[in-house]
């Protein structure tokens, strides 16, 4: 069900974003509240991220040495925030908004990442993705009115530091996967998965527990 009010919370993390096209709707589509997805600012938007994206898809630097560094440069130009100097997705990449996407130093993405951010999406550190990986924050309501009026509403999905998203996996709107977890391929995430856990199937469901790490120090990362 869509929130009936403003999400402060959501709010004050999306001030924290860059690119950010800020008016009402925005601000009602970031908060889970029914939006109208059509409005100039966001439509704008998608347009500026679908040609950032196809920009990233078919530019490959003819000097191999600088793919990493001229890919990272492009990604903190399309994306909310973009932590360290280490992140990596292979192209194709797709998003909706990508200024609604944070992602934490040193994650990879492989091929054919597809991130429907209308909700924020925060991925922490360490984080690796294998291929085909679709995260939906985005959701409409049963009733069938509303999608008649090209309203919406959203979900923010998170997902913590040091997890392994097999390929093939899909997330679901308000998930939260937990630090350290491992998600098999081909799992398709309905609910929130707690720490330091391994989940598979459809839905997805704990099959086992991992030994949880002490956090990483701001001294140890490289």
């Not at 890919?71 to 932590?83: D, F």
Request: hydrophobic letters at 35%; glycine letters at 8%; charged letters at 25%.
């Amino acid at each position: 069900m869509a929130a009936t009010s403003k999400d402060e919370e959501q709010l004050a993390l999306a001030r924290s974003l860059n690119h950010v096209p800020w008016c009402e709707e925005y601000e009602k589509m970031i908060s889970g509240m029914l939006y109208n997805s059509l409005v100039p600012e966001l439509d704008n938007a998608r347009s500026n991220i679908r040609r950032a994206c196809h920009e990233y898809n078919t530019n490959f630097p003819p000097n191999n040495a600088t793919v990493q560094q001229e890919r990272l440069a492009r990604l903190k130009n399309m994306l909310g925030h973009v932590e360290g100097d280490e992140a990596y997705i292979e192209p194709p990449f797709y998003a909706d908004y990508g200024c609604n996407i944070r992602i934490g130093d040193r994650f990879y993405s492989n091929f054919n990442l597809t991130i429907l951010d209308c909700g924020l999406v925060t991925i922490g550190d360490r984080v690796m993705f294998g291929p085909h990986v679709s995260i939906f924050a985005a959701t409409h309501e049963t009733e069938v009115q509303s999608r008649r009026d090209y309203i919406e509403y959203t979900r923010p999905v998170t997902i913590g530091d040091d997890c392994w998203i097999g390929g093939h996996v899909v997330i679901l709107p308000g998930v939260t996967i937990g630090q350290g977890c491992t998600i098999a391929a081909g799992s398709i995430v309905t609910k929130s998965i707690p720490e330091w856990s391994v989940a598979m199937g459809s839905p997805a469901k704990v099959v086992k527990k991992v030994t949880p790490l002490d956090p990483v120090k701001k001294e140890e990362k490289k």
